[in-house]
């Protein structure tokens, strides 16, 4: 994480407007949600991933981006509603752009899992 | 009186985890094994084909067809005669390359999660409402709410759209050839919208956040939609994503207009009815 990123995580300095000091929490979401990805920066697994999906580019990863939650890097995971912490072993980049990948790719894996609470409720509640 | 039915779920404990005050979930493993696919997904092999006949099918039939199918491991499969039935293609978790030889009704192919589809024909009104990953491509036109509610995926229409594109869009990005009507990306959230041609009244009214693009002329902006700069990166992004459908921006991708929130509606955070009181 960089300094800029755990100011913004960590300490209240990182609140910008009047609304934010007072209500003592950020307004919005915890990355840049309109950042475009750059795809040279896209890592192996990502490529196959596509290309075993039959896209051209990252299609549904466009929105995912690493975010942090407390003062851990953290990927938000739609299917279970939730922050996913990123292992402190993994080292992130500085650059924005290199983390949002390295989150697409953790998040990849980590849906395709069968440990993903979504086998669960699949096994529970599958109609059909 | 009625009573709570004693199910599966509740035989595997679902119904006992605490749900409160668990804002932080740490499932993620250094060591899960590089599956593609969802676990619960077909696996399926886009080699081989079927063909459905929808002529004499009603919508459940032929979405029941299309996943028998599936099951059977077909990844490549075309519905022909669909004669604008409402409400199939739905539901798709799967990878796939499902192709319409016409037109649909209304609430095709939504909810879907995966499938690459191809529409050789229009679309009626929210059309791949809900979608979350995949691909979606319309020959023709489509009508109002198109894509509503979108969370993921590519979404493109290569004529004309109706009103109210992209409602509460939040996530993946719609494409439009032609023309939007009003109060396209109304609610937006996130994800990105391009259109080709012109947009109707009060484009982006009260979006929160994400991304609209315009090639043509705007009627009139709404709510908090105010115009934003294009980068290069913009640049670099519609170029490559207009590509790989084959479209242009007529006066070329440089001289699209870009528009985001002015976040003057944005009141975001989680404190209790209660703690708001005692700050406000």
């Known amino acids: 994480m960089s300094t800029n990123e755990e100011t913004f995580v960590v300490g209240a300095d990182g609140l910008d407007t009047d609304r934010e000091q007072e209500i003592g929490q950020h307004i919005g979401y915890r990355y840049d949600v309109n950042l475009v990805p750059d795809l040279k920066f896209i890592t192996p697994f990502l490529q196959k991933y596509i290309d075993k999906m039959g896209w051209k580019d990252l299609n549904w990863l466009e929105d995912v981006h690493m975010g942090y939650e407390g003062d851990q890097a953290a990927v938000f995971d739609r299917n279970i509603?939730?922050?996913?912490?990123?292992?402190?072993?993994?080292?992130?980049?500085?650059?924005?752009?290199?983390?949002?990948?390295?989150?697409?790719?953790?998040?990849?894996?980590?849906?395709?899992?069968?440990?993903?609470?979504m086998v669960d409720l699949n096994n529970a509640y599958r109609k059909f | 009186m009625a009573t709570l039915k004693e199910d599966k779920s509740h035989e595997m404990g679902l119904h006992e985890e605490q749900l409160k005050g668990r804002t932080q979930q740490r499932f993620f493993s250094v060591d899960e094994n590089e599956n593609l696919t969802y676990f619960h997904s077909f696996d399926v092999d886009t080699s081989k084909s079927g063909t459905i006949d929808a002529l004499e099918m009603t919508p459940r039939e032929i979405n029941g067809e299309i996943r028998a199918l599936m099951e059977k491991g077909i990844g490549n499969i075309?519905?022909?005669?669909?004669?604008?039935?409402?409400?199939?293609?739905?539901?798709?978790?799967?990878?796939?390359?499902?192709?319409?030889?016409?037109?649909?009704?209304?609430?095709?192919?939504?909810?879907?999660?995966?499938?690459?589809?191809?529409?050789?024909?229009?679309?009626?009104?929210?059309?791949?409402?809900?979608?979350?990953?995949?691909?979606?491509?319309?020959?023709?036109n489509a009508g109002s709410t198109f894509g509503a509610a979108?969370?993921?995926?590519?979404?493109?229409?290569?004529?004309?759209?109706?009103?109210?594109?992209?409602?509460?869009?939040?996530?993946?990005?719609?494409?439009?050839?032609?023309?939007?009507?009003?109060?396209?990306?109304?609610?937006?959230?996130?994800?990105?919208?391009?259109?080709?041609?012109?947009?109707?009244?009060?484009?982006?009214?009260?979006?929160?956040?994400?991304?609209?693009?315009?090639?043509?002329?705007?009627?009139?902006?709404?709510?908090?939609?105010?115009?934003?700069?294009?980068?290069e990166l913009d640049v670099r992004y519609l170029t490559s994503k207009l590509d790989l459908y084959g479209m242009k921006a007529p006066k070329g991708v440089e001289k699209m207009q870009k528009y985001v929130s002015g976040k003057q509606l944005w009141n975001y955070d989680n404190l209790e009815p209660s703690e708001k009181k005692l700050v406000l």
Not at chain 2, 90 to 106: A, E, Q
Not at chain 2, 162 to 190: E, H, L, N, P, Y
Not at chain 2, 197 to 225: K, R
Request: with cysteine; net charge negative.
């Open chain 1, 81 to 117: 509603n939730g922050w996913v912490t990123i292992p402190d072993t993994i080292t992130l980049p500085d650059n924005q752009q290199e983390r949002d990948m390295i989150a697409r790719e953790l998040l990849i894996k980590f849906q395709m899992s069968e440990n993903h609470p």
């Open chain 2, 78 to 140: 075309t519905v022909d005669n669909p004669m604008s039935r409402h409400g199939v293609g739905v539901g798709i978790l799967n990878r796939l390359n499902l192709t319409f030889s016409d037109s649909l009704g209304y609430f095709g192919c939504g909810l879907i999660d995966g499938p690459n589809v191809h529409i050789k024909g229009r679309v009626g009104w929210s059309c791949a409402e809900n979608m979350m990953a995949g691909t979606v491509v319309i020959d023709g």
């Open chain 2, 150 to 231: 979108i969370r993921g995926g590519d979404l493109v229409c290569k004529g004309s759209v109706g009103a109210r594109t992209g409602i509460d869009q939040k996530g993946g990005t719609i494409i439009v050839g032609g023309k939007t009507g009003a109060f396209s990306g109304f609610m937006m959230q996130r994800g990105r919208m391009i259109i080709c041609g012109d947009a109707g009244m009060n484009l982006g009214d009260s979006m929160y956040d994400g991304t609209i693009y315009v090639g043509g002329e705007v009627e009139e902006l709404g709510v908090d939609c105010v115009p934003g700069e294009m980068t």
